[in-house]
């Protein structure tokens, strides 16, 4: 798997990750009809931490940890169990395409502080521009729904920040470190989701719905995040990040019937230009350490004294 993963682009996971992104909350705006906001946020993260602890058994691995990194998981657990919780309470309320535009703005911080080239701070002028006309700000009439989308993009930015941390940690592999934190994430959430998920238990439908929007909104999407964050930079990943308002408007198109006004058009051709524009800097010297995925319970001490590491090096 190791193997394979290194000859995947990177590019490649970022656009799984970007199409299924949006493509499971699109999916969770159906299942509102059945289940309460927060119950399918809960639901969500449950059935990704369910998933995640079957394929990777992380608890085998926190005893190895070292206190800096079990802080930067459990600090990561919090911010994905409100990160989503917000998230959904802002589209419960908003169209798809104007939250995944709100939640760039503070993304675009990241890119910006590494556009050390004329290209690069076109490829951002571009980007936020294509951001810009996609944002169909209600302050007026959702001035709720706007607060939610706010606040879920201060903690989509810091979920990059800790995420690209984690897809760089010494002591344990992105992937499991995904796993420790969802299954953390899941208690985290329970008190303030449980209660209105406590219907879909008795209801199988929305229970394999639910379970199929954590699949496509977590599993998938955060998996990919994280290979692809071990060999991108931080900053060449955060303006790729522009690329999901336009992914939400089609997908909002498709699934929701959200269909975009011309305005919103041109905001995702410049959107895709300025991702196209973009330009990586010189590459680094790659890390010692590996990023990849490893065997449930194996983590990069083990790799390193066992065998070759992987190129797998860098990561969302």
């Known amino acids: 798997m190791a193997r394979l993963a290194d000859r995947v682009p990177p590019h490649v996971y970022f656009l799984v990750s970007a199409v299924f992104h949006y493509l499971g909350p699109a999916l969770a705006v159906l299942l509102f009809a059945r289940v309460d906001v927060l119950g399918v946020a809960w639901l969500r ?5 369910a998933v995640l602890a079957v394929w990777r058994r992380p608890w085998r691995l926190w005893q190895r940890l070292d206190r800096p990194t079990r802080w930067l998981l459990a600090g990561w657990a919090a911010v994905l169990a409100v990160m989503n919780s ?45 951001v810009y006309l996609l944002t169909d700000v209600r302050l007026v009439a959702e001035p ?19 995420g690209h941390r984690v897809a760089r940690s010494r002591q344990v592999s992105g992937v ?49 995040d994280q290979l692809a964050m071990a060999r991108l930079s931080r900053a060449t990943y955060s303006l790729m990040v522009s690329l999901l308002p336009a992914t939400a408007t089609v997908i909002g198109l498709i699934v929701l019937t959200q269909i975009p ?17 973009h330009q990586e800097r010189p590459a680094e010297p790659e890390p010692k350490h590996t990023a990849c995925v490893l065997a449930p319970g194996e983590n990069h001490s083990s790799r390193a004294a066992g065998g070759r590491p992987s190129r797998l090096a860098r990561g969302r």
């Open 261 to 277: 006004t011309a305005r919103e058009i041109i905001g995702v051709v410049l959107v895709v230009t300025g991702v196209a524009l």
């Open 176 to 224: 499991d470190g995904l796993a420790l934190s969802m299954s953390i994430a899941a208690a985290i959430a329970l008190p303030i989701g449980i209660g209105q998920a406590a219907p879909a238990f008795l209801d199988p439908i929305a229970l394999a719905a639910a379970a199929g929007v954590g699949v496509c909104s977590s599993v998938i999407p955060y998996v990919s």
């Open 45 to 49: 993260i449950a059935t990704a931490a």
């Open 144 to 162: 709720l729904g706007i607060a939610f989308a706010v606040a879920n993009a201060a903690l989509f930015a810091l979920y990059i920040v800790l």
């Open 86 to 130: 917000v998230f959904y309470l802002a589209i419960d309320r908003l169209p798809l395409g104007t939250v995944a535009a709100i939640e760039f703005l503070p993304v675009i911080v990241l890119a910006a502080i590494a556009a050390r080239t004329r290209r690069n701070l076109a490829a951002l002028i571009a980007a936020v521009a294509g």
